[in-house]
Every structure is written in C-alpha cells, then in structure tokens.
C-alpha cells in the first residue's frame, strides 16, 4: 500500500471515528431528554430480567459491550409494547445505516435535480433548475424566469434546496411571481446554489381533512434481505396547526400504516407523546383508510429493486395527489427516522437481527458505538 493509499485510510478511518463519536453522544443526550418528558427515570427499567437478557445478547451481536437499554424503556413507555427487540437510535445510526448503505454509495441521491435524471417516476412536476447559481428548465436545458414560470404569476409554488432538507429546512412556499428576487437574495447571502422549484402538490381530500395546511406523506421504509426488498413499516405523516410541512422537527405527527392501508389507533411527536385523533382537525386515527397506499408500496418496491442495487435500507416519502396517484416527494438513505417507526410499528428489526449483525460489527467504548468494520 502507497503513502498516498495509507494517507487516505487513517484519514476515512479517523474520519469515521469521530462521526461515530459525535452521533453517539447527540443519541445518548437524546435519550435522557425523552425519558425525562416521560418522568422515568433510566435506572427504572420496563423490561423483566430475562428481557434483559435477551435485548443485551442481541445488542452484543452488533455492538460488542454495549449495555444500554434506555431506547427500549422510552419506546415501550410510550407506545405500550414491551419487547427485546428494539433497535437503539445510536446503534442504528453508527453501525446498521452504514452497513447497509455505504455512504460513498448515497452521494448520487443528495441532490433532488439529479432524481429525474436517475430515473426516478411519479416525481412532482418541476418548473425549473438552479445547479450552482444556474438556471435550467424542467429538461436542463439553459433558461430563463420568464419562460419557466407559470403564467399565472399569482400562484403559488414550493422552493427547495436540493439538498439537505431534513426537518422541512429552506422548503418555501411562494407566489410565483417573487421567485426571481427570492433566489437571488439567497444567491447574494450563500453564493451559488442548488435549489429546484416545483408547483404545489394538491393532495388527496381525505388526507387534506386530517390536516390541511401540510401536505402530509406516506414514509415507507423498504429493506432488501436475502436478495428481496420488501416493505418494513409505514407511518403517516402530519403537520399540526398552520405548520405547511409535516416534519416532526416541525411539530409533525406520525402515525402507524397496517399492511392494509389503515392507520392504528395512536400517533406521536417528537416528545413521544402520544395522541388519538389529530391535535388540530380532531379527526381520529383508528381504522382510517388511506388512498393509494398499495400503489405507493409498488412504486416504492420497484423503484428499490430497479435503481437502487446497491442500497439496502430506503425511506421513501409519498405524497397522494387529488387524482389518487402518488407522488414521490424524495427518497432518505441516511437519516430515516427510525424512532417513528418503532414508536408506531414496534421493534420492526426484531426478525433481522441476524441478518443485520453479520453486516454491521461494532464496539461500545466509554459509551461510544464504534464501528469495527467499513463496507464500501
């Protein structure tokens, strides 16, 4: 091996040290601010000894020494369902998502003007490009304001930026009309810059009842194991009040998909609080059926089997159009808010276990997940 080859390995191999440091520590202070709101305290425990048991042998087959079952004790404290098989947020977020979707393998999905180029179906009609400062229509090709702007000036469109909108960060809705002076400010504060314009998706009325400020999405976690991909949870998400993104950094609800299309009884925020019907619309969750489900896990399934090979475990976000099709809103390979999904679904990994700990080693030192091994 080089100079330059043992440079760059100490480098990624630091790199991901403190990666995994900085994911560990940002989890494990999560986890004492949820079970504060809770008002248990950690040392309480909710699992009987041989539950115990059982969590920390499986938790031992990814991360050798680990010893906390905090995660187990806030999940089944708030949703009710007590069980060893639940995947702590720090582990899965050191070990598990690296594992099963090297990160040098997501840099293609980063940028939402690239997803149609990809090959990506049912996505929101675009009306225009920016790509480092650059204007494009819908086909990339070079543009300008006038002719990519519907001709109703007064209607109202949706700014993003390419990248990096967890949370609901920089989505912006807009009259047409102030686009050109909107993205210019931004481009006088930042420089260049990656943003894509899109109309506004009108949604389906059943999901406009539960709360009609937001769009809210199917989040759809698909997992490929022994060669298939399959469905693994599916949650509802809803914006509260006037909020026009359903994010739960936003204030945002999820609530839990059964495999017929119906939601379950309960929904929960970021504070793990739990809720009936919808804080805002008062319209109750239990057995409501939801539009399109079945065709969003389709496209969802195949898109995951066709252009993504080499990624194991995708969120896949689907908004219901007023003409019942679905949507694609945008794909997740990092950040997949696993917490939502337990909280709703259960320990959704608890069959994979193995599988997954035959991919991803790991070790816990002073209370740090570790990775022992890097897949590319």
């Given at each position: 091996m080089s100079f330059l080859s043992h440079a760059k390995h100490w480098r990624d191999t630091l790199g991901e040290f403190f990666r995994c440091a900085f994911v560990s520590r940002r989890y494990k202070?999560?986890?004492?601010?949820?079970?504060?709101?809770?008002?248990?305290?950690?040392?309480?425990?909710?699992?009987?000894?041989?539950e115990k048991h059982q969590a920390l042998s499986r938790?031992?087959?990814?991360?050798r020494g680990y010893r906390d079952l905090r995660w187990h004790d806030a999940y089944a404290l708030a949703n009710g369902r007590w069980s060893p098989g639940y995947l702590p947020e720090d582990v899965f977020y050191t070990l598990v998502v690296p594992a099963l979707n090297p990160f040098?393998?997501?840099?293609?999905?980063?940028?939402?003007?690239?997803?149609?180029?990809?090959?990506?179906?049912?996505?929101?009609?675009?009306?225009?490009?920016?790509?480092?400062?650059?204007l494009y229509s819908p086909d990339f090709r070079p543009a300008t304001w006038k002719a990519v702007l519907p001709k109703n000036l007064n209607e109202e469109v949706v700014v993003k930026p390419a990248r990096e909108t967890g949370g609901?960060?920089?989505?912006?809705?807009?009259?047409?009309?102030?686009?050109?002076?909107?993205?210019?400010?931004?481009?006088?504060?930042?420089?260049?810059?990656?943003?894509?314009?899109?109309?506004?998706?009108?949604?389906?009325?059943?999901?406009?009842?539960?709360?009609?400020?937001?769009?809210?999405?199917?989040?759809?976690l698909t997992f490929r194991v022994d060669g298939e991909v399959r469905l693994l949870s599916a949650v509802l998400r809803m914006g509260v009040g006037s909020s026009r993104v359903d994010n739960s950094a936003a204030g945002g609800l999820a609530c839990g998909?059964?495999?017929?299309?119906?939601?379950?009884?309960?929904?929960?925020?970021?504070?793990?609080?739990?809720?009936?019907s919808h804080p805002t619309s008062q319209v109750a969750f239990a057995g409501?059926?939801?539009?399109?489900?079945?065709?969003s896990v389709d496209v969802a399934l195949d898109v995951h089997r066709r252009l993504l090979p080499d990624l194991d475990l995708v969120s896949w976000d689907f908004a219901i159009s007023d003409q019942n099709e679905p949507v694609l809103i945008e794909c997740n390979v990092r950040y997949q808010e696993l917490n939502f999904h337990q909280l709703c679904n259960?320990?959704?990994?608890?069959?994979?276990?193995?599988?997954?700990?035959?991919?991803?080693?790991?070790?816990?030192?002073?209370?740090?997940?570790?990775?022992?091994?890097?897949?590319?």
């Open positions: 202070r999560k986890i004492r601010r949820l079970l504060a709101i809770l008002q248990k305290p950690a040392a309480a425990g909710v699992l009987q000894k041989h938790l031992g087959q990814l991360a040098q393998r997501t840099e293609r999905l980063r940028d939402k003007n690239l997803l149609a180029l990809l090959g990506f179906p049912n996505l929101p009609k675009v009306l225009a490009h920016v790509v480092r400062g650059r609901g960060r920089g989505v912006t809705f807009i009259l047409a009309r102030d686009v050109p002076d909107y993205i210019s400010k931004l481009m006088e504060a930042r420089g260049p810059i990656d943003v894509i314009v899109q109309e506004c998706i009108r949604q389906h009325e059943i999901l406009a009842t539960i709360s009609p400020s937001s769009v809210n999405t199917y989040r759809l998909i059964t495999s017929h299309g119906e939601l379950h009884p309960f929904a929960f925020d970021k504070h793990f609080t739990r809720y009936e409501m059926r939801l539009p399109a489900f079945e065709k259960g320990p959704i990994f608890e069959p994979y276990f193995d599988a997954i700990a035959k991919r991803a080693r790991g070790v816990c030192l002073l209370g740090l997940v570790l990775p022992l091994t890097r897949e590319r």
